[in-house]
Nanobody, 116 residues
Framework: QVQLVESGGRLVQAGGSLSVSCAAS????????MGWWRQAPGKERELVAR???????YYADSVKGRFTISRDNAKNTVYLQMNSLKPEDTAIYYC??????????WGQGTQVTVSS
């Protein structure tokens, strides 16, 4: 069982930067691939970025070049650095942990609001 707790979401102005974190419990964190998802009001949840156990990353086209996902296995933490934020980045950001190709564990989410 893995528990995920996101933090760092807040109100930020367009063009600004923000880093959100996800702390995981459990001793097998390094074996999971980790993803940051987001869900805006009235929209489906979408994958923003993913990092696997070896450090390979994936980004949605909408955030490529602006967001960076990273992980610190010693701290059981995954980060999402968000730069050049846009109002359309406003959403609840969720951290998720997966194994064998599917996400199994989800955090409760952290609200990111970008004002224009």
């Amino acid at each position: 069982q893995v528990q995920l707790v996101e933090s760092g979401g807040r109100l930020v102005q367009a063009g600004g930067s923000l880093s959100v974190s996800c702390a995981a419990s459990g001793r097998t964190f390094s074996s999971y691939f980790m993803g940051w998802w987001r869900q805006a009001p009235g929209k489906e949840r979408e994958l923003v970025a993913r990092i696997n156990s070896g450090g390979s990353t994936y980004y949605a086209d909408s955030v490529k070049g602006r967001f960076t996902i990273s992980r610190d296995n010693a701290k059981n933490t995954v980060y999402l650095q968000m730069n050049s934020l846009k109002p359309e980045d406003t959403a609840i950001y969720y951290c998720a942990a997966g194994v064998a190709g599917s996400y199994k564990y989800w955090g409760q989410g952290t609200q990111v609001t970008v004002s224009s």
